[in-house]
């Protein structure tokens, strides 16, 4: 089974300045997703980004970026240039590779960001 | 175009009640997933349809709980006995489909269900 780990349960930031949040998974397959999903207090859940395991290359979204060690299974969101609107729950999730039935989302425990003016 | 929408968005209810929980997922999208959200915690899986079948119910926690999605769109969520450690947000989400290439996950809003 596949696990997902945040070891960061809450982080704070001042605006202007940078971030970075932790994530590792456990996985024994080779094709997969990743993502890091925000939630603010209304509950919506928002992708921020998502990252192929075949690609080597770090997925980038504007201000947000990942940094994907796969042999390592870390997958961390650096967060430039914080906002005051990125304050919110920030989840890691897996996914199984496109190929396979069953694309549930396995999420992390989650971190709280606090940007502060 | 609407998003994924959830009724009721909060439900008070009392052990033992039996409660509905709705997702009314985007046009078009044929795969729906149910999430359950403890307080404080991720989302986890209960159960997916793609279709009007349910094609992966293994993270219901038992037979208390149970899902249809009878003409493909509209999905309930139904819960029997309901007991005080059923208090939590469900979260429903739909994507275009389950298999092939990626289809992103978009959610509802979620329903806060509260056991007394």
Known sequence: AQTVTQSQPEMSVQEAETVTLSCTYDTSESDYYLFWYKQPPSRQMILVIRQEAYKQQNATE???SVNFQKAAKSFSLKISDSQLGDAAMYFCAYRRGKETSGSRLTFGEGTQLTVNP | GAGVSQTPSN???EKGKYVELRCDPISGHTALYW???SLG???EFLIY???TGAADDSGLPNDRFFAVRPEGSVSTLKIQRT???DSAVYLCAS???DRGSYNEQFFGPGTRLTVL
């Open chain 2, 11 to 13: 439900k008070v209810t």
């Open chain 2, 49 to 51: 349809f793609q279709g």
């Open chain 1, 62 to 64: 504007n201000r947000f």
């Open chain 2, 95 to 97: 994507s275009l489909r």
């Open chain 2, 41 to 43: 915690q991720g989302p």
């Open chain 2, 35 to 37: 999430y359950r959200q």
């Open chain 2, 83 to 85: 007991e005080r450690g």
